[in-house]
Nanobody
């Protein structure tokens, strides 16, 4: 069982940056691959990025490569999502999710544990 808590969301102007954090209390967090997803009103939850348990590999939604960066600090049990050059279409609730290290996926249904989400609003 992993309990995830996101933070760092807020209101930002287009072109600005935000860094989201996903923290877990469990020491076993370093055994999980972690993904970020987002869900805009009226839309399905979509994959944003994933980082492997060691931090050695990262994967991104193709259209977000170069603007969004995922990283993790296992000593702090925290995964980060750095979002740059934000656009109004990035407005959504952002969720982090965890999956055991021997699994992977880009679908929401692939993940076992979820945080409560953090709202990101980008104004034009």
């Amino acid at each position: 069982q992993v309990h995830l808590v996101e933070s760092g969301g807020g209101l930002v102007q287009a072109g600005g940056s935000l860094r989201l954090s996903c923290a877990a209390a469990e020491y076993s967090f370093s055994s999980y691959n972690v993904g970020w997803f987002r869900q805009a009103p009226g839309k399905e939850r979509e994959f944003v990025a994933q980082i492997t348990w060691s931090g050695a590999d990262a994967y991104y939604k193709k259209s977000l490569e170069g603007r969004f960066f995922i990283s993790r600090d296992n000593a702090k049990n925290t995964v980060y999502l750095q979002m740059n050059s934000l656009k109004p279409e990035d407005t959504a609730v952002y969720y982090c999710a965890a999956i055991l290290r021997y699994k992977t996926g880009t679908l929401a249904g692939d993940y076992d544990y979820w945080g409560q989400g953090t709202q990101v609003t980008v104004s034009s």
